[in-house]
């Protein structure tokens, strides 16, 4: 017998400017409320849809008013006989009475909408400090719902083993209070939809029974819709490393006048044919940085992101971008700049004549930290059918690669907190997990350059790109999130 669609709703509460808002923003993929950094921000209880399914089933977010003053708030319930149906026939004003007002409204919301209570708070905090905690819990318990601790503000992401230390702390702290369920860390910045997976499949678990297969069925949905966008994430990032390694320029002949002639001669690269060469070299990387910035933008959109923040999301991945290579400081940051896709400015620059990229650096010394480990490190110069001609070298074409698994996670751990990109989101351990990762396919990667360059078609090379970038981030993701990612990733083969 087939199952009538059913409503189930989540109420966030906590203490006032514990980041509500700015959690449900992440959830929600919208810029919900209002934030700001100020107490009482939010003054009205709104449901939000966090996601439906083909049966009419509906998950919805409550964003609550925050807790103003809860030692008062408890002493005056614990009075009534009747607390929580004291609290909410009597009439409050909204203005001289503010706290217990927006306490009303927070506790209204979750006592006849909530399925299950989401309780936020300063994860930085110790718990033992927080004062206004333990009231709060108490009123919480008076609702009669179950009630699931989330972790916020746990700073930018760190090692597994340092996040699971702190949510230990916690919970400890935490089971003296029977109502609640569980602890989990949430944080409205930098957390993935792998993270989100575990929060989903604990929450779901507190349900009531009757609305489970309603429930199964809306989770299904998110999961699939993920794994989703996982796939074209990286049907994205494969195209755009294949279009680089299938990519070549011929070196114009000698004599012949070109785009980048009075650039490269105010430059005064040496010989006439060094200058050809490096012309080659330069408008290769011009439309490399432009294939990078449109990629960038398409999984911003496939996020559900303003792809506008595209330039801000290169320079993220940039500042942690280590260049392997024996280059000096400034060769190696504008070599990041490169493979990151953060140097936007280069195609604007050239195409006026100009000769500066991000705070004057000059054109030539971005050829120059390609080639001054050796030309082959990154670049090529083949002859074919007698016509010279460069590309991108093999060394390169795997820091590339790099680059298009640190633009994913940066892209995927996106926090709607402020509504646009946040600092902190790309640290620098995960070029340590990527590295790995693309360490145990080396001896793979030689074949596969040859593979991809000599495809049929752009979809033939792209191929066997994309089962080699899908293993590097399952397996980047499963160090990330030990255990949450497999199970994310299991049901469906990536």
Request: aromatic content about 6%.
């Amino acid at each position: 017998m087939n199952q009538p669609p059913v409503d189930i709703q989540f109420a966030l509460v906590s203490h006032t400017n514990n980041g509500k808002t700015t959690l449900a923003r992440t959830l929600v993929g919208v810029d919900v409320g209002e934030v700001r950094d100020a107490a009482h921000v939010t003054v009205l209880a709104e449901a939000h849809v966090l996601q439906t399914s083909a049966a009419g089933d509906r998950l919805l977010l409550w964003d609550t008013p925050g807790f103003g003053d809860s030692l008062r708030l408890l002493k005056r319930l614990a009075s009534a006989g009747n607390p929580i149906g004291w609290f909410m026939r009597e009439v409050f004003d909204r203005y001289r009475d503010r706290p217990f007002w927006l306490s009303q409204q927070a506790l209204r919301a979750a006592k006849d909408a909530a399925d299950v209570v989401l309780y936020l708070v300063n994860s930085s905090e110790d718990p033992r400090d927080a004062g206004y905690l333990a009231p709060e819990m108490k009123i919480l318990e008076w609702l009669g719902k179950p009630v699931v601790v989330l972790l916020n503000q746990l700073g930018p992401p760190r090692p597994d083993p340092q996040e699971q230390a702190e949510q230990a702390r916690w919970k400890e702290y935490l089971d003296q209070f029977g109502i609640v369920r569980d602890v989990l860390a949430l944080d409205a910045f930098a957390r993935c939809w792998v993270h989100e997976d575990v929060f989903y499949e604990r929450v779901g678990k507190l349900v009531d029974e009757a609305k489970r297969p309603g429930y199964a069925r809306l989770l299904a949905t998110w999961q699939a819709e993920n794994l989703k966008r996982l796939h074209e994430s990286v049907r994205l990032s494969a195209a755009q490393v294949a279009a680089a390694a299938r990519d070549s320029q011929a070196i114009e002949a000698e004599g012949k006048g070109n785009l980048f002639k009075s650039a490269l001669k105010a430059v005064g690269l040496g010989k006439d044919e060094q200058k050809r060469q490096d012309a080659a070299m330069a408008t290769l990387i011009e439309r490399l940085n432009r294939r990078i910035a449109d990629t960038t933008a398409a999984l911003l959109r496939l996020h559900r992101v303003d792809p506008g923040e595209a330039g801000r999301i290169n320079a993220r991945v940039r500042d942690h971008f280590a260049v392997r290579a024996p280059v000096d400081k400034t060769q190696a940051g504008l070599l990041g700049a490169v493979v990151s896709g953060a140097a936007t400015g280069l195609s604007a620059d050239l195409m006026a004549g100009g000769l500066t990229l991000g705070g004057g650096a000059l054109l030539g010394a971005i050829v120059g930290g390609l080639t001054m480990a050796g030309a082959a490190w990154g670049f090529n110069t083949t002859t074919e059918r007698d016509r010279p001609s460069v590309q991108f070298a093999d060394p390169f074409l795997r820091t590339l690669l790099v680059g298009a698994v640190l633009r994913y996670l940066a892209v995927a751990h996106f926090g709607r907190g402020r509504g646009q990109f946040v600092e902190g989101e790309a640290p620098a351990f995960w070029q340590l997990e990527v590295e790995a990762a693309l360490a145990r396919r080396e001896a793979d990667l030689a074949r596969l350059w040859k593979t991809v360059r000599t495809a049929p078609d752009e979809d033939g090379a792209a191929q066997p790109l994309r089962a080699l970038l899908e293993g590097v981030v399952a397996d980047t993701l499963e160090r990330l999130y030990p255990g949450s990612a497999a199970q994310a990733l299991a049901r469906q083969p990536v």
